[in-house]
């Protein structure tokens, strides 16, 4: 009796996780969505369920968006 392991996981492929992603948010069906990976619909259904039905942002560059404490001091100093 011997045990079947994945070659791969797609949470550690970010690559395949985009292309997943991107079919989820054109409108497919998990199915459709899963199948430019070769991966299972379980899969897909796993990593939807996981992000709670949304894409995350993670991996997308949001630091240096807000102002610091110090800018925002600065910035009211100017307006008084």
Avoid at 15 to 43: E, K, Y
Avoid at 58 to 77: M, P, V
Wanted: overall charge positive.
């Amino acid at each position: 009796m011997g045990v079947v392991m994945a070659g791969y996981s797609i949470h550690l492929r970010p690559d395949l996780l985009q292309v997943f992603w991107a079919g989820m948010q054109a409108g497919d069906f998990i199915t459709d969505a899963v199948a430019p990976i070769n991966t299972s619909r379980r899969t897909g259904r796993r990593v939807l369920l996981e992000a709670g039905g949304a894409r995350p942002r993670r991996g997308r560059d949001l630091k240096g968006r807000c102002l610091t404490f110090a800018q925002r001091e600065e910035i009211a100093i100017l307006r008084a």
